[in-house]
């Protein structure tokens, strides 16, 4: 009996510390709406995983979810507020008029460049500016894409009359 109790308590204790070291990290989950083959995803998101992962010497890793799989481009934010997804990465524009002061950024001759626009969306954010707009989450960086071009498959655009019939696309209501 004795051998018994003996064996069930280092079972026990084995238990315990194997569900201790498997809790000891902690998994993050990031949400985006890059495809997983881009550039962006793989360059940017997936070695920011590695990173995350190697500074903390394991205790956080960060599973990558690309191509809007655990969250759509514009129920991103929300679905981090909830806890869907820890991280998620997304544009103000995709959630029409949720970030208005967020989205002056996209206003023409606001940047000339992506770092450029990334850099005022940052100070902004820092400065306070942007108000109570994030107030249910914690912003981790800013970022915006460049200035918006038109791009057509068969149609030179070079002035307004150029896109009579065309449809257009557009990412965000600005």
């Known amino acids: 009996m004795k051998i018994r109790s003996g064996i069930c308590v280092l079972t026990a204790a084995a238990a315990m510390l194997t569900a201790g070291a498997s809790q000891a990290a902690t998994t993050l989950r990031m949400s985006h709406f890059w495809p997983g083959v881009s550039a962006i995803n793989q360059e940017i998101f997936e070695d920011w995983a590695k990173s995350v992962e190697a500074a903390s010497d394991g205790e956080l890793r960060v599973q ?12 991103t934010y929300d679905a981090t507020v909830k806890g869907i997804t820890d991280i ?20 023409p001759g ?32 800013m970022f915006t894409t460049g200035p918006g071009y038109i791009h057509t498959r068969e149609t030179d655009v070079q002035t307004p009359a150029d896109l009579q019939g065309l ?8």
């Open 64 to 75: 990558n979810f690309p191509s809007q799989t655990l969250s759509k481009a514009d129920d």
């Open 88 to 107: 998620g990465i997304t544009a103000q524009g995709y959630t029409a008029g949720r970030f208005p002061l967020s989205q002056i950024v996209e206003l």
């Open 110 to 141: 606001v940047a000339e460049s992506a770092p450029e626009g990334a850099c005022i969306m940052q100070t902004l954010y820092d400065d306070g500016r942007f108000g109570d707009e994030y107030k249910d989450s914690h912003v981790l960086f």
């Open 167 to 174: 449809r257009i696309r557009r990412p965000t209501a600005i």
